[in-house]
């Protein structure tokens, strides 16, 4: 093995997928960003994780934006 070269993490699987994505909802939007931001290979996982973390957090994100009126009037018919 290479001193140099960072080891590789096998693919994720959908279970460890979810499981992750279970843990994410456990900690909180929050702390799912400081711990991604901070270091997320030591909190978290490698960089697959760091992935789902970021999807994730897009997705909260734009579940808490306000759907506009027009949206609104247009999606009741």
């Known amino acids: 093995m290479d001193p140099m070269k960072p080891p590789t993490n096998p693919p994720m699987n959908a279970t ?8 994410f909802e456990r900690l909180g939007r929050d702390k799912v960003r400081l711990y991604s931001a901070i270091d997320c290979d030591r909190y978290l996982g490698g960089w697959q994780v760091r992935e789902l973390a970021d999807q994730w957090l897009a997705e909260k ?9 027009w949206r609104r009037i247009v999606r009741r018919r």
């Open 16 to 23: 460890d997928r979810q499981r992750t994505l279970d843990y």
């Open 61 to 69: 994100a734009a579940e808490e934006r306000p759907v506009p009126l």
